[in-house]
């Protein structure tokens, strides 16, 4: 695939640089220039996409790089969304020191693609490590939740 062989992987910051083309730079200032022969594969990840919630745009939020990459536990966090990443960082999170963590969650149980016994027993276990999860939230109008 490449026009230099037997020099991938490569390290520097990739730019498109015409059809079949891909430059790289180097941190030593050396341009490469790479030709595919058929296509070019962008695998450069993804920006979280923020749902049309009331306030959000308004408020310093986390998104899915900030939430991994984050050097300190805020004391109280708030997780929209009971899937199983927002149930995975809200249990991450107070493991790593967070006193208090909110899960809130639109439907009217965790996990809600799952079967119903498995967001019973995660919303038991979580409530029993003093987890606060708040379910049946109707966007930003947050239902009466539980301990
Ligand atoms: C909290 C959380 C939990 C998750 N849990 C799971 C899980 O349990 N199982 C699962 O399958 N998935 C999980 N995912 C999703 C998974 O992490 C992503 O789907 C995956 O990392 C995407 O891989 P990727 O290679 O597309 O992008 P990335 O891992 O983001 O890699 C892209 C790379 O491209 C590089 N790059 C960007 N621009 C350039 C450029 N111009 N030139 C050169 N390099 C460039 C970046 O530096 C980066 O190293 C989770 C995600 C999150 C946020």
Same mark, same amino acid.
């Given at each position: 695939?490449?026009?230099?062989?037997?020099? !991938?992987?490569?390290?520097?910051?990739? !730019? /498109?640089?015409? +059809?079949?083309? =891909?430059?790289?730079?180097? #941190?030593t200032?050396?341009?490469? =220039?790479?030709?595919?022969?058929?296509?070019?594969? =962008?695998?450069?990840?993804?920006?979280?996409?923020?749902?049309? /919630? *009331?306030?959000?745009?308004?408020i310093?939020?986390?998104? +899915?790089?900030?939430?991994? @990459?984050?050097?300190?536990? *805020?004391? !109280?966090?708030?997780? /929209?969304?009971?899937?199983? /990443?927002?149930?995975?960082?809200?249990?991450?999170?107070?493991?790593?020191?967070?006193?208090? =963590?909110?899960?809130?969650?639109?439907?009217?149980?965790?996990?809600?693609?799952?079967? *119903?016994?498995?967001?019973?027993?995660?919303?038991? #276990?979580?409530?029993? @490590?003093?987890?606060?999860?708040?379910?049946?939230?109707?966007? +930003?109008r *947050?239902?009466?939740?539980?301990?």
């Amino acid at each position: 695939m490449a026009r230099e062989r037997g020099r !991938r992987p490569d390290q520097g910051h990739a !730019r /498109i640089a015409g +059809n079949r083309f =891909v430059e790289v730079d180097s #941190s030593t200032g050396v341009a490469t =220039v790479y030709e595919a022969a058929k296509a070019v594969v =962008v695998a450069t990840g993804t920006r979280a996409a923020f749902p049309m /919630i *009331p306030g959000l745009t308004e408020i310093d939020v986390w998104d +899915n790089r900030d939430v991994t @990459s984050a050097k300190h536990a *805020p004391r !109280r966090l708030l997780v /929209i969304g009971g899937g199983v /990443i927002g149930v995975e960082m809200a249990q991450a999170w107070r493991q790593l020191g967070s006193e208090q =963590v909110t899960v809130v969650e639109v439907f009217d149980r965790l996990l809600a693609r799952e079967e *119903p016994f498995v967001g019973a027993e995660l919303e038991r #276990s979580l409530t029993r @490590s003093r987890r606060r999860s708040r379910r049946g939230a109707g966007g +930003n109008r *947050p239902a009466a939740g539980h301990r």
